[in-house]
């Protein structure tokens, strides 16, 4: 579960300064290799389906300078925000409905399924989110983007 409001603030870091956009490599600077790593490979796995495009912006607390990747099937919302959280990467993925609905979710994991919750829905959006911190981690919030960027596709035809 991601708990970002609990964590304590952390001070001096490029992605608490509001007023001075930080560049990629500022905002991967705080990260051990560990973190770094899930961070990198987040990234690259986002920026890997087609037509995805990457823009840091301001998002306020808790999130702050994020990663937000727009994908051309959805022109409502990003497909992802990749938040550089200095504690642990943090993958947040606005669902619609309708891919929700799509989804496996006896197939899911526990950790991908919580985070899918009616309480997150805003509308008709899902907003779930995920710390990443392990390797089994990365590979389910992996898959849930990938299914995202397939949902979208789907979308285009």
Same mark, same amino acid.
């Given at each position: *579960?991601?708990?970002?409001?609990?964590e304590?603030?952390?001070? &001096?870091? !490029?992605w608490?300064? =509001?007023f001075?956009?930080?560049?990629?490599?500022?905002l991967?600077?705080?990260?051990?290799?560990?973190?770094g &790593?899930?961070?990198?490979?987040?990234?690259?796995?986002?920026?890997?389906?087609?037509g995805v495009?990457?823009?840091?912006? +301001?998002?306020?607390?808790?999130?702050?300078?994020?990663?937000?990747?727009?994908?051309p099937?959805?022109?409502e919302?990003? *497909?992802?925000?990749?938040? !550089?959280?200095?504690?642990f990467?943090? %993958?947040?993925?606005? *669902? !619609?409905?309708?891919?929700?609905?799509? %989804?496996? *979710?006896?197939r899911l994991?526990k950790? $991908?399924?919580? =985070?899918?919750? !009616?309480?997150?829905?805003?509308?008709?959006t899902y +907003?779930?989110s +995920?710390?990443?911190?392990?390797n089994?981690q990365l590979?389910?919030?992996?898959? $849930?983007?990938?299914?995202k960027?397939?949902?979208?596709?789907?979308a285009?035809?």
């Amino acid at each position: *579960m991601v708990t970002q409001l609990d964590e304590p603030v952390i001070t &001096g870091l !490029p992605w608490h300064d =509001e007023f001075n956009k930080p560049s990629a490599e500022d905002l991967f600077a705080p990260y051990d290799k560990t973190n770094g &790593g899930f961070f990198t490979a987040l990234r690259e796995h986002l920026l890997s389906f087609e037509g995805v495009t990457e823009e840091i912006e +301001w998002h306020g607390l808790p999130w702050r300078w994020c990663f937000v990747y727009s994908h051309p099937g959805d022109t409502e919302r990003p *497909m992802a925000y990749l938040v !550089p959280n200095p504690r642990f990467p943090v %993958l947040s993925i606005p *669902m !619609p409905y309708e891919m929700v609905c799509s %989804l496996p *979710m006896r197939r899911l994991r526990k950790y $991908i399924r919580e =985070e899918i919750n !009616p309480k997150r829905c805003i509308g008709t959006t899902y +907003w779930s989110s +995920w710390e990443v911190s392990n390797n089994p981690q990365l590979d389910d919030t992996k898959d $849930i983007a990938k299914r995202k960027a397939n949902f979208l596709a789907k979308a285009l035809v």
